[in-house]
């Protein structure tokens, strides 16, 4: 859907200019259109031409010697960076297509792309380089258990591995001049970067920082070869270093107020550093020379992925998917927009919110509607510029333009209906006018008119309620909540909640008062959410419950509603009392069950439920009374595991114990049905009662009661296959914990509260940084307090992996988690870090490498859900690499090669979409 437009170039930043597309902020672009931001940005040595990746893999060059010269799309499947090669003349990339081996390529731009990638396989490959004598340089796996660093000779078609680690190879810059190599290891301490010269050892030119997430590390190397520019945050606050290529020496460091947004090593020692709006250039070793370039014309565009001067002088910055040049960094405002189609224009200007003269914006607009022929693009600027006289309160001028965007389009189209539709709502909401909305509903063609919100406003004229739904739907457009709830307070109050105010009511919590709202589902849901925090709406709300009209919102669906925002606004003694009156009443609970079935799913608990549940529902002024209306033996099984589970996550062991025996005396009381969803349903329950018996033996220190239970567990799951996900990892892990360590209790009590204190993964896993960050410092105490015991050592390491995992800095887990399968661990011990080593390097795209460690516990003698699980996540992860594209015919193989047991293979075999067996 994204066309490639010419770049269009405006000579200079005028304040005219910048005021033009400030307001275009305002503006909804059509649904279908997404924002690609660049993410990587890359000028030739000489300066002539950029080469830019998007978020979503676009690979756009743009020649920079000529203005006017279009960008040209190379490609929309790169992954990550790209290189230049030492005379301009080249550009290398990795290209990878959904289930095809990656290819790593080289071509000239000005030449037509070469037939074939120079090298194609499974390997996983990333920032491609160059040095000096022709050859290619970038990271792989290529068959190994780590990444390194490669190069290959695009002429002899010879390839070798140049640079290797204890483990990965994270990043890698290649210099502008092909003279040297800047690559990133990770180490016990943190990351640390190192120069290599042909010839030479490897020069470590850092120390690790603690708790540095090297996806946040910024490298520059100048074109003139001075030395390295580089970012880097630890336990103290940010700063740039400059490392000295000459005297091999960190030179200076600059300390930054926060991470800066981009970094570039200019000519003459130079850098410059990207903080929001301004673009700071410093010289290393003179502290007097620290200038703050404001980009004053630029206040609220941010600026981001500076890159360096070249000996022609050219400078670029990105923002979003603009790209910004000047032949000096000082005189950036006065520069170059290289502009990729109209809609990057509206991007761009949407970042200008605060700032803009609308009489120069609607300028701008008229410019673009006059110079574009195509109706789509048209399309998107009548409804920028209704948009925009909407925000002016210019009603006549918004209805005017979003006719003529209807016009452009097909009639009956979903474009023609949102534009009808948002023309209706302008009259309607914005103006409250009675004589408006009949003139609107009059001009409305059949598809526009057969909708819910059409229908809603046609059955409410002559209603005495209308003007104050008008008004409420004004204010809910312009953001004015507590004006918009008190409305709706009124409606309620005065109105009782009828079926048409029902309607309305779900028609706005369903954002149709926004018809042409441009937002993923996830900001409606966050705009409503703020709505709904106002306690006039959760009033409103309360009311249209009690009401027994038809036409809106479920009962259970309001209820659930309210109390899931009371208890987000933090009233949580007023969502017990909801709850209280809710009980109070002779009707039907509203979705109390469901939520209990939510809490003690297999799945991750969502904060909101979390919080609901244990600060509200189980309450003691509330838990009593609540599962004395509980009637049905399986919903009160729920509610009672659902307080086995609370209690376990707060170590309280006595309620929980009590708890546990009433769950297994209802189940011991359900009819057993043969239908496969009650069976199914039936061995999560025993499978979860077995789970927290576990749990309960282990918080105790009873570690053999605790293995009885764990193994039987497992048992149960291995005779039920089912989509298990990690829960037999992490049972056949405390398994092997337990019988690892249960010849020194003190140390393996110790040891597995640790674990547990970033939260039990299989009751309630904890993604708080600061919680993780906490248990990182604890597992160094921990290390240096035990002894030294061998047996300890694989399990530190991989608590460690784990927890960085959960942190996602991948580069750091995989460190752990390397150095943890090097340390042999136990079997089970060893399947567990395969599977969070094979999850993480499969979540960075390194998908063969995944499927080689899962294949380790494939082979392996463990119980058949661990093996069934793993060679279905081999089988993915070797599809999404481009081996084999026959799943089925590549599962046969492996069951017959490793065995499966014949009811996990019928499971195998339907997970993959196969006829039953």
């Known amino acids: 859907m994204r066309d490639i437009l010419p770049a269009r170039h405006f000579p200079r930043f005028t304040p005219g200019l910048v005021a033009l597309i400030a307001m275009l902020f305002t503006f909804a672009l059509a649904a279908c259109y997404e924002s690609d931001p660049v993410k990587s940005l890359a000028l030739s040595p000489d300066g002539s031409r950029a080469a830019s990746v998007t978020a979503g893999g676009v690979l756009n060059i743009l020649d920079l010697r000529t203005p006017g010269t279009p960008i040209v799309q190379y490609s929309n499947q790169v992954k990550g960076s790209v290189g230049w090669s030492p005379e301009s003349r080249q550009l290398a990339f990795v290209e990878q297509f959904p289930r095809q081996p990656a290819g790593l390529w080289a071509i000239d731009p000005a030449l ?34 780590q990444v390194s660093v490669w190069a290959l000779d695009p002429v002899a078609h010879r390839i070798e591995k140049l640079l290797a680690a204890e ?22 301490d943190g990351a640390n970067l190192w120069l290599w010269r042909p010839g030479a050892k490897p020069f470590q030119m850092t120390s690790g920082q603690r708790h540095y997430s090297p996806a946040d590390q910024m490298v520059s190397i100048p074109a ?27 030179r200076d460091e600059l300390v930054l107020e926060r991470v800066p947004d981009g970094i570039a090593a200019l000519t003459k020692g130079r850098v410059a550093v990207a903080m929001g709006t301004d673009l700071r250039i410093w010289r290393p070793g003179h502290p007097l020379l620290h200038r703050n370039l404001i980009v004053s014309r630029f206040e609220g565009l941010p600026l981001a992925l500076p890159q360096r001067q070249s000996d022609g002088g050219v400078t670029l910055v990105v923002n979003q998917s603009i790209l910004l040049s000047a032949r000096n960094a000082g005189r950036l405002e006065r520069g170059v927009m290289h502009v990729d189609g109209i809609e990057e224009m509206l991007l761009l200007a949407r970042a200008r919110v605060e700032a803009g003269n609308p009489d120069a914006a609607r300028s701008l607009l008229d410019r673009l509607w006059k110079d574009t022929a195509d109706s789509s693009k048209r399309y998107m600027i009548a409804v920028a510029r209704g948009r925009l006289e909407r925000s002016q309160q210019h009603w006549g001028a918004a209805q005017s333009w979003l006719t003529r965007a209807i016009e452009i389009v097909a009639p009956g189209s979903p474009e023609a209906q949102a534009a009808e539709l948002e023309r209706l709502c302008v009259g309607a909401f914005d103006q409250h006018s009675s004589s408006q909305l009949a003139a609107g509903l009059k001009d409305l063609d059949a598809a526009a008119a057969s909708t819910e919100l059409a229908r809603w406003l046609a059955a409410g004229k002559g209603n005495s309620r209308l003007k104050i739904w008008l008004a409420v739907g004004g204010d809910v457009r312009a953001e004015r909540d507590e004006r918009a709830a008190a409305g709706l307070e009124m409606i309620s109050r005065d109105d009782g909640w009828t079926s048409h105010s029902l309607a309305g009511l779900q028609l706005l919590l369903d954002g149709e008062f926004e018809p042409l709202l441009e937002a993923t589902h996830q900001r409606q849901t966050d705009r409503m959410n703020k709505l709904l925090l106002e306690p006039s709406m959760q009033l409103a709300l309360m009311r249209a419950l009690e009401s027994k009209n038809e036409g809106g919102p479920s009962h259970e669906e309001l209820s659930q509603t309210i109390l899931m925002q009371m208890v987000r606004r933090g009233d ?56 004395g209306r509980l009637e049905d033996p399986r919903e009160r099984l729920l509610m009672r595991m659902s307080q086995v589970k609370s209690a376990l996550i707060d170590a309280r062991a006595v309620p929980a114990q009590g ?32 789970l927290f018996e576990a749990k309960l033996n282990e918080q105790r220190g009873r570690w053999n009661e605790a293995l009885v239970s764990y193994k039987r567990a497992l048992e149960l799951i291995g005779r039920i296959p089912n989509e298990w996900d990690a829960l037999s990892y992490e049972i056949a892990a405390s398994v092997g914990l337990i019988e690892m360590g249960r010849g020194d209790a003190d140390l393996l009590a110790s040891f597995v509260r640790l674990l547990r204190s970033v939260g039990d993964p299989v009751l309630s896993p904890i993604r708080q940084p600061a919680a993780i960050m906490t248990a990182l410092e604890n597992f160094d105490q921990f290390e240096r307090s035990a002894g030294g015991e061998a047996w300890i050592r694989p399990w530190i390491a991989y608590g460690r992996g784990l927890c960085y995992s959960q942190l996602d800095w991948p ?8 150095i943890a399968r090097r340390l042999n661990p136990p079997p089970a011990l060893m399947q567990r870090i395969l599977l969070e080593e094979s999850a993480v390097r499969d979540g960075i795209g390194q998908h063969a490498m995944a499927a080689r460690l899962l294949e380790g516990i494939v082979r392996s003698r463990v119980a058949e859900p661990v093996r069934a699980g793993a060679m279905l996540a081999q089988l993915q992860a070797e599809t999404a690499s481009g081996a084999q594209i026959a799943p089925l015919d590549r599962a046969g193989k492996l069951i017959q090669k490793y065995g499966l047991e014949p009811r996990w293979r019928r499971w195998l075999w339907n997970q993959l979409g196969g006829d039953a067996i």
């Open 112 to 145: 037509q792309r070469p037939n074939a990638a120079l090298l194609s396989d499974v390997s996983w490959k990333s920032d491609p380089g160059w040095l000096s004598d022709g050859r290619i340089v970038f990271r792989s796996d290529r068959g190994e258990d």
């Open 167 to 188: 483990t990965d190879i994270t990043r890698l810059w290649a210099a502008p001049g092909g003279d040297s190599l800047v690559y990133q290891t990770t180490g016990p």
């Open 224 to 250: 003139d070869g001075r030395g390295v520019a580089f970012v880097a945050r630890g336990e103290r606050e940010p700063r740039v270093f400059w490392f000295d290529a000459r005297k091999m020496a960190v």
């Open 572 to 627: 949580t003694a007023g969502a017990r009392r909801f709850v209280q009156n809710d009980l109070s009443r002779p009707t039907p609970l509203n979705g109390y069950p469901a939520i209990f079935s939510q809490f003690v799913g297999l799945d991750e608990t969502e904060p909101q439920t979390y919080r609901v549940v244990r600060d509200v529902l189980l309450a003691p002024d509330v838990a009593d009374r609540l599962y």
């Open 659 to 690: 708890w546990l025996r009433d769950c297994q005396s209802i189940l011991n009381q359900l009819p057993v049905e043969e239908n496969g969803d009650n069976l199914q349903e039936l061995a999560r329950q025993l499978f979860l009662l077995d």
């Open 811 to 818: 580069a750091q887990a995989l460190y752990h988690l390397t």
